[in-house]
């Protein structure tokens, strides 16, 4: 396994954690995650205001917006390898989780501490409360290891996942390197992210992008409520050639799927219990699409998994994971129209 700290890009190598829940054919999944988590989810029965809050600990593990997409496809049988950055004594623990999980990473060492959030989850309202702090600031050399990193795995495997905000110190544009990378190695980038760092990417060019509603309305200057709003979104994304493929998705909606053949609209199926949390629904479902498409799906059916494994993680609180059966039997019920 890379360690945290470690200087030479070179010495780099994928850290496989087992991989026996991984299957064995078909090419790997790659996704990078720039800013990794310890969330550390703890359940009281009521939350007071005086007092003590007696908890208990309900989960640790390893989260952030790649790994998580990591963990989903390896959860539907695909492969993936998940690159991180890991610093201090936090990134040594975010190794060893990764690697108890069994999941094939790749460590990039960094000198700051990498972060922990809380997840607090309420067992009387069943409402989940997600503190995240925003995590260690970078130096350039160590965002451009990243990059020697993915380099280096890009061309034999046909997508990689960005995903996930950027850490201080790094510059506005380094999502934008990164699609350069993939696309100079021969491989197709999803991106998933929001703020400046979007937009510069977006100027570069994606294969697929998707964005939800808040990120949808910070590139419009527009409320997005539904699919004549994410429409007039997709088209100009298409038309500027800032992605091959736009899914911006709609909440409780759905979502809009729209490539070079036109545009359609994908509406979630009705949920069979009480929706408890949102935190891992985007994550999931850019996970499903991905799996799909490196299945050789097309984009509709690989977003209409999407819709439904959203669905599916609404079901399950804080940022547990979504059960795959019911995200497969909601497929079915995933309605699309052309649009």
Request: net charge negative; aromatic share 4%.
């Amino acid at each position: 396994m890379s360690t945290a700290g470690t200087p030479d890009p070179t010495t780099f190598g994928t850290a496989v954690g087992g991989g026996g829940s991984q299957s064995p054919s078909g090419p790997a999944v790659v996704t990078l995650t720039m800013n990794p988590t310890i969330d550390l989810c703890w359940e009281v029965e009521r939350l007071e205001a005086t007092g003590k809050n007696r908890a208990r600990v309900r989960s640790v593990a390893v989260g952030g917006g790649g790994i998580n997409v990591a963990r989903h496809v390896v959860r539907f049988g695909g492969r993936a390898i998940a690159v991180h950055t890991a610093g201090g004594e936090v990134g040594q623990r975010l190794d060893r989780l990764l690697d108890e999980e069994g999941i094939d990473h790749v460590a990039v060492g960094i000198d700051d501490d990498t972060r922990e959030a809380l997840v607090l989850f309420e067992a009387e309202s069943r409402r989940s409360y997600h503190v995240v702090p925003p995590g260690p600031r970078l130096h350039e050399r160590e965002g451009q290891r990243c990059l020697e990193v993915l380099e280096r795995l890009v061309g034999s495997r046909p997508y990689v996942v960005a995903s996930g905000s950027l850490p201080g110190g790094l510059p506005d544009d380094f999502y934008a390197a990164v699609a350069r990378k993939v696309k100079e190695g021969g491989s197709r980038l999803i991106l998933d992210t929001s703020g400046p760092a979007l937009r510069a990417a977006l100027a570069e060019g994606v294969f697929l992008f998707r964005c939800n509603r808040t990120e949808a309305e910070s590139l419009t200057g527009q409320v997005v409520s539904g699919f004549d709003d994410a429409r007039a979104l997709n088209e100009h994304l298409l038309a500027t050639g800032a992605a091959e493929i736009a899914v911006t998705t709609l909440g409780a909606l759905g979502a809009l799927c729209s490539t070079g053949r036109g545009h359609t609209e994908l509406y979630a199926p009705p949920l069979p219990g009480e929706p408890l949390s949102d935190a891992g629904a985007g994550d999931s479902m850019v996970a499903a699409l991905t799996t799909q498409l490196a299945a050789g799906a097309d984009p509709v059916s690989a977003c209409a998994l999407g819709v439904a494994t959203a669905a599916a993680a609404m079901l399950t609180p804080s940022t547990e994971p979504f059960d795959v059966d019911m995200a497969l039997s909601l497929r079915s019920q995933v309605r699309t129209t052309p649009g």
